[in-house]
């Protein structure tokens, strides 16, 4: 087990449907991340959240939107994407929110939009 | 701002040759310096870490040293094996305002080792 896990890990949508993408973490962490992994960009950070509360959010368009209800669970809510949207999305979580906290990733949901 | 830049890829490698991959950076204040490797079919993971000039992070037999002069956090590893397949990132942390503690991360370099 990875500490942090997502579901689904393959998700293949339509422009118009609506899905979720969920993450959870079994470590305790108090910091939750969305990053998005493109091919040949690096990564691109999304959504921070700290105890529950967003800290960042890296202007990213609002068919994407994200949820915390608690510190052990994150959300990413899709609506009407785009066919650029279509990457890897990842979740990661730190102890908190500080310089010497490494993240730690789960194996991310790949997403296809058609 | 922020910015880190690694080595284009990618990196091919017989089993047993010495690895290099090469990572400078640009940011204000003191930040902590990463590497993370990334499996196929995984999410990153950390390989290693220094928090100060001058630290070396080694694990697994991969080794960096924080060099604040020239600003870079080269990633080393003395015989590479075929499990060693993978995509490395270079990555700090930032030290400014909001964006305390967050990472920003290098384009990758893929690295494949041959039996």
């Known amino acids: 087990e990875t500490g942090v896990t997502q579901t689904p890990r393959h998700l293949v949508m339509g422009m118009t449907n609506k899905k979720s993408l969920k993450c959870e973490q079994h470590l305790g962490h108090n910091a939750m991340y969305w990053y998005k992994q493109s091919a040949k960009k690096p990564l691109e950070l999304m959504f921070v959240y700290n105890f529950k509360e967003q800290t960042e959010n890296n202007s990213v368009p609002s068919r994407f939107s994200p949820e915390c209800p608690n510190s052990s669970h994150l959300f990413l809510h899709l609506h009407t994407l785009q066919p650029e949207d279509s990457a890897l999305y990842l979740c990661?979580?730190?102890?908190?929110?500080?310089?010497?906290?490494?993240?730690?990733f789960g194996n991310g949901t790949r997403l296809t939009v058609t | 701002g922020n910015s880190v830049t690694q080595m284009e890829g990618p990196v091919t490698l017989s089993e047993e040759a010495f690895l290099t991959i090469n990572c400078t950076y640009t940011?204000?204040?003191?930040?902590?310096l990463f590497w993370y490797v990334q499996y196929p079919g995984e999410g990153l993971q950390l390989l290693l870490k220094?928090?100060?000039?001058?630290d070396k992070g080694s694990n697994k037999g991969f080794e960096a040293t924080y060099r604040k002069e020239t600003t870079s956090f080269h990633l080393e590893k003395g015989s590479v094996q075929v499990s060693d397949s993978a995509v490395y990132f270079c990555?700090?942390?930032?030290?400014?305002?909001?964006?305390?503690?967050?990472?920003?991360f290098g384009q990758g370099t893929i690295l494949t080792v041959h039996p």
């Open positions: 990661a979580s730190s102890q908190e929110l500080g310089r010497d906290s490494p993240l730690h």
């Open positions: 990555a700090l942390s930032r030290t400014g305002g909001t964006s305390y503690g967050k990472l920003t």
């Open positions: 220094a928090t100060k000039a001058d």
């Open positions: 940011a204000t204040g003191y930040p902590s």
